[in-house]
């Protein structure tokens, strides 16, 4: 796979604005289901639009936010304005929270010229970037997407990989890996895989949301007893903060993959165990 460089800073973007094959996306969605259309709409980085995480996903499927069809991914991305070819710029307005998912997708699309924003939204304001208002109207393009399956882990490439031992990393909060918090999602049971490592994704962000060194980043994975030759399967709540742990992984030139049902799958399951604590 490409080397393109996974992280952006707000200096290098501002330097690349106005390059005509760059295409800026604000994936941003919130957990508690405040729209983000709107906050976007009220300030955005200037030629962004926004990549809709719930419209942009498999709509037939039961489970939250699933990675869409290669067909229906290029069409809506496309209609976004990007073509595979195109370099690809995602943030979202918290920090680093849900850029990760969008960056995860495209290159499961075969697309390796993306790249997120470190630091996002917030990073940029910090600089003194410009925010410009406004619906986004871009000229549609063609994607052609080259699936990468191997990529994507489901239900039952997870319970191979716990079976063998193999590295499953949750990158839940603790509370909610150990099962003393609720889910925030009805019906489901609280609790991790047997065998699964808690990771959680903010452990690898620095406070103001930005990706911490790679040292930080190799001794957190080290800590949950990762090697360098190990390509574990993230999971988390609905496959979006799972890209986090992955993102770590392409900075320091290793690979994962993503459990796309994540615990909204395997938790509210009646033929998955689970187990609490720590």
Request: net charge negative; aromatic share 6%; with cysteine.
């Amino acid at each position: 796979m490409s080397q393109f460089p996974p992280l952006v800073s707000a200096a290098e973007l501002v330097a690349a604005l106005g390059d005509p094959d760059l295409r800026i996306l604000d994936a941003s969605w919130h957990l508690d289901g405040t729209p983000a259309r709107p906050i976007f709409e009220a300030g955005h980085i200037p030629g962004a639009v926004f990549f809709d995480l719930e419209e942009i996903s498999d709509r037939d499927d039961p489970l939250p936010r699933m990675m869409p069809a290669a067909a229906q991914f290029a069409e809506q991305v496309g209609a976004l304005g990007v073509s595979e070819t195109d370099r690809i710029v995602v943030y979202d307005t918290f920090g680093l929270f849900t850029a990760g998912r969008p960056w995860w997708m495209f290159r499961a699309m075969g697309c390796d010229r993306v790249q997120v924003l470190d630091g996002g939204l917030p990073a940029w304001i910090r600089m003194g970037g410009a925010l410009e208002t406004g619906t986004a109207s871009p000229a549609p393009a063609v994607f052609k997407a080259d699936p990468r399956p191997e990529m994507i882990a489901d239900v039952e490439r997870v319970r191979e990989a716990l079976a063998a031992g193999k590295p499953v990393l949750d990158a839940r909060a603790a509370a909610r890996f150990a099962g003393s918090a609720p889910e925030p999602r009805p019906g489901l049971r609280a609790g991790h895989m047997p065998g699964a490592v808690n990771l959680p994704f903010a452990e690898l962000l620095t406070p103001e949301g930005r990706m911490r060194e790679p040292a930080e980043l190799e001794a957190a994975l080290a800590a949950r007893g990762l090697t360098a030759d190990d390509k574990p399967i993230a999971s988390c709540g609905s496959g979006v903060t799972a890209a986090v742990p992955l993102l770590a992984l392409a900075l320091l030139g290793r690979e994962g993959v993503l459990y796309d049902g994540s615990w909204a799958e395997w938790g509210g399951r009646d033929d998955t165990e689970v187990v609490t604590g720590p």
